[in-house]
């Protein structure tokens, strides 16, 4: 059992905690190299989607009033002149269908519900971090070691699953 590289395998140079010794340095060590580091990624992730799923809406409402000042003077005949007398026409129309195109653009990247989905992450590894925190024994901390491991398996496989390429739904 030792540098054979498979996992769980410990190096003879680092000896094994009998059960019942205090893991204050452990856990420490798991905090600040581990659970800290995973929890940078996805506090980045969510704020980063959550301002592309902001933008992309300040946009398309942007557009929305664009279009509707330009569906205005256009059934108004304001600024008709004799040289271009469609592009406010063309303009009320190509305007709504480019907002639409954006709106339909950010929801089928779900940046709401993957900055969401990073958010939540976020809160369920600070309390991860708790529970190690909080573990004064080795067996307790192996406890949260392990279920803070299964957290991150299963946030990953589930994440494979959202991301993964899927089909092109047009709203009916």
């Known amino acids: 059992m030792g540098g054979a590289g498979l996992p769980g395998d410990l190096p003879a140079r680092?000896?094994?905690?009998?059960?019942?010794?205090?893991?204050a340095g452990v856990?420490?060590?798991?905090?600040?190299?581990?659970?800290?580091d995973q929890i940078g990624y996805p506090k980045r992730t969510s704020r980063r989607l959550a301002r592309r799923q902001r933008r992309l809406t300040w946009l398309a409402v942007a557009l929305f009033?664009?279009?509707?000042?330009?569906?205005?003077?256009?059934?108004?005949?304001?600024?008709?002149?004799?040289?271009?007398?469609?592009?406010?026409?063309?303009?009320?129309v190509v305007i709504p269908a480019i907002g639409a195109a954006l709106s339909g653009y950010g929801a089928q990247?779900?940046?709401?519900?993957?900055?969401?989905?990073?958010?939540l992450m976020v809160a369920r590894l600070n309390d991860a971090?708790?529970?190690?925190?909080?573990?004064?024994?080795?067996?307790?901390?192996?406890?949260?070691?392990?279920?803070?491991?299964?957290l991150m398996r299963s946030e990953t496989a589930d994440w494979y699953d959202v991301v993964r390429l899927h089909d092109f739904e047009v709203p009916a």
């Open 27 to 36: 856990g420490k060590l798991l905090i600040g190299a581990w659970i800290d």
């Open 129 to 150: 971090r708790e529970l190690v925190k909080d573990s004064k024994r080795l067996s307790s901390l192996q406890r949260a070691a392990r279920s803070t491991e299964l």
């Open 65 to 92: 009033r664009v279009s509707a000042v330009v569906a205005l003077l256009h059934s108004m005949h304001l600024l008709v002149g004799r040289s271009e007398p469609e592009v406010w026409g063309y303009l009320s």
């Open 109 to 119: 990247r779900e940046y709401a519900r993957l900055a969401e989905r990073s958010r």
């Open 14 to 23: 680092f000896p094994v905690p009998r059960a019942g010794v205090r893991s």
